[in-house]
């Protein structure tokens, strides 16, 4: 307990005197100011600052302590402390002669010109030198602030001090610059220069007119001489090492960036000029580092945006040269190369659509440019872009010269469907006869043009060159084929497989002739062989079961094609061949099941695309298959079959609108007879028969006269009331394709004429033809209604045997039932259209009026809650509600009701004449 105590006492003693000493240890603000002067002669100015400021906290109004730390400012270069310091001690009443150099060169590296021009420089007690250094800065300043009159006036003030100081001479130097007289001033710079050779000011003054005077490699050398006299100047050495990269530089310039980069890495400038001279030493990479700092760092330039994308694309960065040259594609002029970089970018990263657009800016074209016109013309046809590509293939044109371009050119344009391909490629194998590419290619495009002649000598001229090469010989089978001279073809063909060391192709070929001779058995037997020793060759498998299909066998063809699938399910090719086969079986959910195992794979082929969406179609997965179209068009938009499948979903679910919006979007990039023959359609179809005319009207001579452009005539002519022409038009359309849509326009036009009994027996003769149409039997249904009901109602009970998910032959069934008395009879059918269609308003409404029939008011309503909102507009079903609810006993709510809608037709006035009359609800 004691030794607590004495602790405790103990540590308020010490406290006391740590007070005393604390106390008595207080100093003066000279005191300070001579601490100061102590630490500066042990060169710790750092110290030394911390005791000045000591001194100005202890006396604040001290002019002596503010001007010395502002002179110790000054000597630390802290200029914006020194100024701020020294006006203080001005303040304070320091004397002026002392603190106005001192203040000077504190104005003058913090920019302060106002207040620089405002120094007085005939302050008493400045020597002449002084003040020709204050007058001089002076003048700077005002001339930076535009006051040159001023300027001038006081350059003539100064001329008259006397003195040799080198400020009179720099004073009398800028008169001449203000004058324009530059090559007057340099001459007396450069004077100074040699007798103050490291005056700062000298040095700056010269090497700026060195650059008024487009002397940049004079500047430059001035410019060097003071950085290295003043070294901590950065600024200075900022704009030097910008003046050496224009200069092209880029190795004398590095060591000053690099230095000004160790201060700070992250500036933006420094770092701008740090990927220009990576660049000049195709140091790619690092470049590109140093660019995209840049740009995070706000620096918005031009060139630094083409050194970033020209980096970006030698280090394949595809994407970021993509990014910064798509950036300034609009300010780039046309022809520029960086150009030509970003189209080649864009190919890399497949933004095919906007390569044509990058292309087109480009015609000042050499050879060199040839092989980036035709890839981005392939990529262009690849996508569907057929009218760009054309326009880049004709460009092509004038620069291809080498035989490899020639081929290139040749190739683009027979997918084009221009013949001139064919020339380019004969130039190209004149040009080089050993090119196996031009030869192969326009081999194929002599067969295509049955040029069959032109292509047996080229075969003959190719087995002359090429003495081992099975290919000629294979041309020329394959043209024998085309002339049925099936030994000719026989010969070479057996050539080709001498020479072709056991390839499948040559066997094949072989194979195919006793195809084309029928003698099946003989060509069943060499392909058993060849899947001996080909077992996963696609084209044999597939052949196989042609073969067995032929011969009765198609089970054997079948079952040879999923053993080799069961055995090889990383094969892509022989799952797509089954899913073929199947396709063609007619086992859509097994293609489906199959194609949806691999549905996770990256860049699967169109047949995938193609066959899974036909399956999907095929085995009524519409919204399946609306899914599947969806994605295959979210990459390829315009993919003939993507299109085309997507339409036939557009057209089944009667989005006519949706429809033509495909069809035109397709037809902007690429002409096509059969898109412009479904724009038509389409056109018409949603009822716009202007624009529909104009797509018509784009139609070829021969397509015009098909019996489906008379179903488009028909239909024009059926808008314009020509009922007679539009029905012989129609009937042409209809006795070609006797389907549901055909049908549906004869009987319009019959009706509008006048011919209900015409349409009634062109409906039988049509189903007696064509039973299973079922839109057919419900429209004949329909007609019936009104004249034999018990005749409507086998013909409801026929489509049902057809589809029993047909909800408008359930509700017409359920309604014509409960028009009988049927009541229990019709509720089946009623509550089977209401599951399969719950939102139909028509349906609920004939459900409910079976409630009523049994006076279940409280179910009826229930439904009508569902159906009676204000977007109803049938008012036949309203008023079936507001009956329901008098029924029930709730005249109030009917009555409001009632009053909440105005009748339009003349029917339902009536009725709510009669309502009110029966239940008294005026």
């Known amino acids: 307990m004691k030794r607590f105590i004495g602790s405790k006492i103990r540590f308020v003693s010490a406290i006391l005197v740590l007070g005393m000493v604390v106390g008595c240890g207080k100093q003066s603000s000279d005191e300070y100011i001579q601490e100061a002067k102590q630490y500066l002669e042990d060169d710790n100015a750092a110290a030394a600052i911390v005791a000045l400021k000591n001194a100005v906290k202890t006396a604040p109004k001290s002019a002596q302590a503010r001007f010395e730390l502002g002179r110790v400012y000054i000597t630390q270069k802290q200029y914006e402390s020194a100024e701020k310091e020294l006006n203080r001690a001005l303040e304070y009443g320091f004397e002026p002669a002392k603190v106005l150099p001192m203040l000077t060169q504190a104005y003058q590296n913090t920019g302060a010109y106002s207040a620089m021009s405002k120094v007085e420089h005939e302050q008493a007690g400045l020597t002449s030198v002084e003040k020709a250094k204050i007058g001089y800065f002076k003048v700077v300043s005002l001339t930076r602030l535009d006051k040159i009159t001023e300027a001038k006036l006081l350059i003539e003030e100064l001329h008259s001090l006397d003195t040799r100081s080198v400020f009179k001479g720099l004073t009398d130097a800028y008169s001449l610059v203000l004058d324009s007289d530059f090559e007057s001033a340099l001459v007396a710079v450069s004077a100074l220069r040699d007798t103050s050779p490291q005056n700062a000011e000298v040095l700056k003054l010269l090497a700026q007119l060195h650059l008024a005077s487009n002397q940049l490699k004079e500047a430059t050398n001035v410019f060097k001489d003071y950085v290295q006299f003043y070294p901590e100047d950065t600024q200075t050495t900022f704009v030097l090492a910008k003046l050496l990269v224009d200069l092209g530089e880029m190795n004398v310039a590095e060591p000053y960036v690099d230095s000004l980069l160790n201060i700070n890495k992250q500036h933006g400038l420094l770092n701008q000029l740090k990927a220009a001279i990576n660049t000049s030493k195709e140091n790619y990479g690092d470049a590109l580092k140093h660019a995209e700092i840049a740009i995070s760092q706000g620096v918005d330039d031009f060139s630094l945006r083409l050194v970033a994308g020209y980096a970006a ?55 060199q440019d040839a092989p980036l016109f035709s890839k981005a013309s392939y990529e262009l046809i690849k996508g569907g872009y057929e009218k760009d590509a054309a326009v880049l293939i004709n460009k092509s044109g004038s620069i291809s010269r080498t035989a490899e371009d020639l081929t290139r050119l040749g190739l683009l344009q027979l997918s084009l469907n221009n013949l001139d391909g064919i020339v380019n490629l004969e130039q190209a194998v004149a040009k080089a006869p050993e090119l196996d590419s031009a030869q192969l290619t326009l081999a194929k495009a002599y067969i295509v043009t049955a040029q069959y002649d032109k292509a047996l000598d080229l075969a ?14 294979l041309l020329a089978g394959d043209v024998y084929i085309k002339l049925e001279d099936f030994e000719a073809a026989k010969t070479e063909y057996t050539k080709a497989k001498e020479l072709s060391n056991g390839a499948v192709i040559p066997k094949l070929a072989l194979i195919n002739i006793d195809l084309l001779q029928g003698n099946l058995e003989v060509a069943k037997d060499s392909l058993d062989d060849v899947l001996q020793e080909y077992p996963t060759d696609v084209t044999a498998l597939a052949t196989f079961y042609l073969i067995s299909k032929r011969l009765g066998e198609q089970v054997v063809g079948l079952e040879k094609i999923e053993s080799t699938f069961d055995e090889n399910q990383t094969n892509i090719a022989i799952r797509l061949l089954l899913a073929k086969v199947w396709l063609v079986e007619q086992r859509y959910s097994k293609v489906i099941t199959l194609l949806n195992a691999i549905k996770d794979q990256e860049n699967l082929p169109k047949e995938y695309w193609a066959r899974l969406g036909r399956s999907l179609i095929r085995d009524n997965q519409r919204q399946a298959a609306t899914k599947h179209y969806d994605e295959w068009l979210s990459f390829a938009p315009n993919d003939k079959d993507a299109v085309i499948g997507k339409l036939f979903l557009l057209d089944s679910q009667i989005k006519f609108a949706e429809g033509a919006r495909l069809t035109q979007s397709f037809l902007a990039n690429r002409d096509d007879v059969q898109m412009q023959i479904l724009d038509t359609h389409f056109l018409i179809m949603k009822g716009d028969f202007e624009k529909a005319q104009t797509s018509y009207d784009k139609l070829p001579a021969e397509v015009l006269e098909e019996p489906m452009s008379k179903g488009f005539l028909a239909r024009f002519q059926l808008n314009k009331k020509e009922f007679s022409a539009a029905l012989d038009n129609a009937e042409v359309a209809y006795l070609a394709t006797r389907n549901s849509r055909n049908l549906l326009l004869l009987v319009r036009i019959h009706d509008l004429m006048g011919q209900a009994e015409k349409s009634l027996l062109f409906l039988e003769k049509h189903l007696e033809a064509k039973p299973n149409d079922l839109v057919a039997r419900m429209l004949y249904a329909e007609r019936q209604i009104g004249g034999d009901i018990g005749a409507a109602m086998a013909t409801y009970k026929k489509a049902l045997e057809q589809n029993p998910n047909n909800y408008i032959a359930n509700n017409n069934l359920a309604y014509l039932y409960l028009q009988q008395g049927e009541v229990d009879i019709a509720k089946q059918f009623a509550e089977k259209a209401a599951e399969l269609n719950p939102d139909d308003a028509d349906t609920l409404d004939t459900l409910a009026q079976i409630y009523v029939a049994e006076k279940n008011y409280e179910e009826a309503l229930a439904l009508y809650s569902r159906v009676v909102t204000n977007d109803l507009e049938n008012e036949e079903i309203y008023l079936n509600y507001i009956e329901t609810l008098l029924f029930s006993g709730d005249d109030f709510l009917a009555k409001r009701k009632l009053a909440q809608r105005e009748m339009k037709q003349q029917e339902s006035l009536d009725r709510v004449q009669a309502l009110t009359v029966e239940y008294g609800i005026e």
């Open 460 to 473: 003959s001229t190719w087995k002359q060159t090429e003495i081992d090469d099975a290919r000629p010989y």
């Open 313 to 367: 694309y030698q280090v394949q960065d595809f994407t970021g040269a993509n990014r910064h040259l798509s950036y300034i594609a609009g300010s780039l002029p046309n022809n520029h190369p960086g150009l030509k970089l970003l189209a080649a970018s864009q190919l890399q990263l497949g933004l095919t659509t906007d390569v044509g657009g990058v292309l087109s800016r480009l015609d000042q074209l050499t050879e």
